[in-house]
Nanobody, 112 residues
């Protein structure tokens, strides 16, 4: 059974940092592209960042470029999202995605 479990969300002040983690189980995640999405209140779910199976290629939505970094550790079946210089507009539920599978999401709230 495929399972994705996100962690690391929380409440942070503007300008702060958080590191999200997503641990995958039930399949060989090292062969798959993995992504982070987010969904803000009242909005649709949108792509934040993607990393290929061997960490040779990453892509980011324009609004997070230079502030967020996606990485992965295939030995741990885990993908990370390091978020810095956080802004109130980064407030959302963040989801891990691989193929057709989704985690339960982790809430990130940026507020003073």
């Amino acid at each position: 059974q495929v399972k994705l479990v996100e962690s690391g969300g929380g409440l942070v002040q503007p300008g702060g940092s958080l590191r999200l983690s997503c641990e995958a189980s039930g399949f060989t995640s090292s062969r798959a592209t993995m992504s982070w999405y987010r969904q803000a209140p009242g909005k649709g779910r949108g792509l934040v960042a993607t990393i290929d199976s061997q960490s040779t290629m990453t892509n980011y939505v324009a609004s997070v470029k230079g502030r967020f970094t996606i990485s992965r550790d295939n030995a741990k079946n885990t993908v990370y999202l390091q978020m810095t210089s956080l802004k109130p507009e980064d407030t959302a539920v963040y989801y891990c995605n691989v193929e057709n599978y989704w985690g339960q999401g982790t809430q990130v709230t940026v507020s003073s």
